[in-house]
């Protein structure tokens, strides 16, 4: 059962997995559409993805409007 992230109201949106792996290797994708990666592992994707969040938290609120530049066609 999917609990209320802090803040949100309402019914619950679906969750999709962040993580994927192709030919191999392993990314993660942002909520903007864009693919991370590569990584050799899955745990490996897991620390870069903690890391990304970990940036945009601490980065000006334009970095996310270049993140979105590179959206996935």
Known sequence: M?????GEQGS?????GRFLEKSGYW????REGVDIGPFDTRHDAEIGVGEFID?????APEA?????????A
């Open 2 to 6: 999917a609990d209320h992230r802090e």
């Open 12 to 16: 619950i949106p679906e969750r999709s």
């Open 27 to 30: 990314y993660y994708q942002t």
């Open 55 to 59: 940036f945009i938290c601490a980065s």
């Open 64 to 72: 996310a409007k270049i993140i979105e530049r590179y959206r996935a």
